[in-house]
Structure formats: C-alpha cells, structure tokens
C-alpha cells in the first residue's frame, strides 16, 4: 500500500465473529492515519450477508473470489472446516489475511496453512486475540519479573455454556467434520496460547475428556495435565492443568479463572479476559490488583502494537509488515492443542508435544 491509498477491507463468513471485527474497526478507525473502505462480503447463507452488508456498509457479494478480488485485506470468519480452502485463495492472490482461530480442524490443514503464508509471504493475523489482553499481558510481566523467583505451577479454568446456544446458536459447532472437535480446540485453543505467551511451550501433557452432551466427536470436557519446557537458571521443569467445560449453565456465557504460583509471588487473573482483575500477593506480604482503565494504562507500554488487535492488523497490512500474532504462532497452539487429543484418545498416556516453534 502506499500512504495515498485507502485500505480496502472485505469479509468472508458473515456471522457472529464477522459482526464483532466490523465493530472493532469502526472503533478502531479513528486513530488509523488512512481510511478504511468497505469492500465485499461473502456468506453461503445470503439473509447473514445480507444483514451484514446492510448494519456495515459492505457490498454483498456472490463468492469468495469477489470479495478477494474487491479487497486488499480479508478477513475469514466461517465455520473452521472452511479455512485452509480460503486461504489458498487468499494466498494466491497475494492479499493481506485475517484467520479466525482455530486455523483449522486438523494439525495438517494447519501446518498447510503456515507453509501458504511464508510462501506468498502475506501479512498474516491470526484471531487469538487474547494476546493484545491487558489482563494477560500484565500476567506475563508479573510471572516473569525477577521478584517472582521462578515459575512453579499454573491452574487455568474456563467454562462457558455450550455455544450451539444462546447469543451463538451455532449448530456447526456440533458437526465434528466443521469445527474438528469441542470445547478444546474450538475454545480452549485461546487457553493453550495463554499458557505458552503467559509462562512458556509446553512439552508434555496427559489428558482426559467426556462427552456429556454425546455429540460424536464434540467433547464437552476436556482436563489436561502438562510440563512447560525445563527453565534454563534451574533446568527444573513448571507444570500445570486446564480444564475447559462446555455446559448448559446459561448464566455462564464464557468465563476463565487463572491461578499462578511463582516461588515468590501468586498471581491471578479472574473475571474479564481484558479488564481484569488481575491480582498478586508477594511473599513480604504486599499485594497488587489493577483492573479497568487502570490496567489498560499500565500495561500500555507492554503492548508492541495497537492494543486492539483489528487495529493492529490493518496498521501492519498497510505499511506490508508482519502481524501479531501470526501463522506460525497459532500453529503451536495447536501443536500442543493435537498432543492432549492424542493423549486423551489413549487413556491419558502421556505425550511429547514435538518441536515447539
Ligand atoms: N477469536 C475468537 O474469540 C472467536 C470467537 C468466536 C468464533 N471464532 C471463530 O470464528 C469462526 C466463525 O465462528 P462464528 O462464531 O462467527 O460462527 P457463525 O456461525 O456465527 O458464523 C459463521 C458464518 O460462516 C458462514 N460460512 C460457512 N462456510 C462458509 C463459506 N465456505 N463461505 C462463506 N461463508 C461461510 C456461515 O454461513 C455463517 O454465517 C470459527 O472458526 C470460530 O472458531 C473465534
């Protein structure tokens, strides 16, 4: 792009994730020092673009291939099932790519898609949002800081009610073949890249999972035990455990609660994936808890890009410099994301992540 150019931006996929990324660029586009057009959009259920088109000013259009040629960015928000096809599209045309998580529904579809984006040599985002979280970055600072000795253990819960339900009413989301699998893959997978941005890859883990709902396929709880790579000041390894439920607790649409125990400091983050509270106590007794537009300005400086992640992707799609957090990135979620499934598929064996990239 050149500075005299707008930045055309269109859409495939015009349901629930779609509505929210157009709302954050509305938001975001007041501080972009160029202007945004709203370029195609494309869904196969023609009523979603319609309503789509017509709440955000985008052209409807009548296939993919429209909305990429109509585009310089383009954002994929369909079903998962759907990704890797769009992207090979995408990356043929040489356009600027915004992929939902999970990347795919399979490890393979997902390392196809790295090798697609390093070959065309696109700017690439990736939906894993949650790394632009004040709440988590702050996480992040705070395990690492030398006043916390060395990280011991992590405990991460999250549930939420079961997304084919509710505001989501999503029944591909019990189609194994569309969303790959339940409640780890298709939501926990923000989970797994927590762990690896807050504390560090993990190389092992041991799992097990149920399917209260008996959809083939969709598991509805999944826990996994799991050691992070041994800390090189001790060579001695931190471990810890996720257990994400899918439930019918509709009063619960999608909360997390995170306990770390550094040797000298405990950490939580509780309530809000972006506000906080995010809490600590140390072991000279003094505690800390930032939450709000507090902890949006204290962790300001910590944040690279523009602490919104559409924000951000449209700044590095206009200057044609890398995104955060990319490709490659995701592909190690669900690196480790692949070794719980194998081991939970085993009776709970334990299994070695591989590489960690
Ligand atoms: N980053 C996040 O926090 C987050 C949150 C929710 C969903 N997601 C991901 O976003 C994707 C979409 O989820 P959603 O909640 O928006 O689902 P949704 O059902 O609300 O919307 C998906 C839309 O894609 C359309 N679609 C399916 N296949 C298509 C194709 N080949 N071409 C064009 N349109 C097609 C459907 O008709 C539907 O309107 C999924 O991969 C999901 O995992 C990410």
Not at 33 to 49: L, M, S, T
Not at 201 to 228: K, M, N, Y
């Amino acid at each position: 792009m050149t500075a005299s150019q707008k930045l055309k931006v269109g859409f495939i996929g015009a349901g629930f994730i779609a509505t929210y990324h157009s709302k954050s660029i509305r938001r975001a586009e007041r501080n972009l020092n160029f202007e945004i057009e709203r370029a195609g959009v494309f869904d196969i259920d023609q009523a979603r673009a319609i309503a789509f088109a017509e709440a955000s000013g985008h052209q409807m259009m009548t296939s993919p291939e429209e909305v990429i040629d109509s585009s310089d960015v383009i954002y994929i928000c369909t079903w998962t099932s759907e990704h890797l096809d769009l992207v090979r599209k995408i990356t043929q045309a040489g356009k600027a790519l915004f992929c939902e998580k999970p990347l795919a529904t399979n490890l393979a579809d997902a390392a196809e898609i790295v090798r697609l984006c390093r070959q065309s040599n696109i700017t690439n985002q990736v939906g894993l949002v949650l790394r632009h979280s004040p709440a988590y970055v702050l996480a992040r600072d705070l395990v690492h800081s030398p006043e916390s000795g060395r990280v011991m253990s992590v405990v991460f819960r999250d549930d939420q009610f079961i997304p084919i339900q509710g505001h989501y009413g999503s029944n591909w989301r019990s189609d194994v073949a569309k969303a790959g699998a339940g409640t780890l893959l298709e939501h926990s997978i923000h989970d797994i890249d927590m762990l690896h941005f807050v504390i560090g890859p993990i190389t092992d883990v041991s799992a097990r999972q149920s399917f209260f709902h008996g959809i083939s396929g969709i598991e509805d709880v999944l826990t996994t035990h799991f050691s992070f790579a041994p800390l090189q000041s001790s060579g001695e390894s931190a471990v810890g455990s996720l257990t994400s439920i899918w439930h019918d607790n509709l009063a619960r649409p999608s909360l997390r609660r995170v306990e770390i125990f550094c040797e000298k400091r405990f950490i939580t983050i509780d309530g809000d994936d972006w506000f906080g509270p995010v809490s600590w106590t140390n072991s000279d007794g003094s505690t800390g808890c930032l939450a709000g537009d507090e902890l949006v300005s204290a962790t300001r400086d910590l944040i690279q890009s523009d602490p919104n992640p559409d924000a951000a992707f449209l700044n590095s799609a206009y200057t044609n410099s890398p995104a955060y957090p990319d490709v490659a990135i995701a592909l190690s979620a669900h690196q480790t994301v692949n070794a719980i499934y194998r081991s939970a598929h085993s009776g709970s064996t334990n299994v070695q992540v591989g590489e960690f990239k």
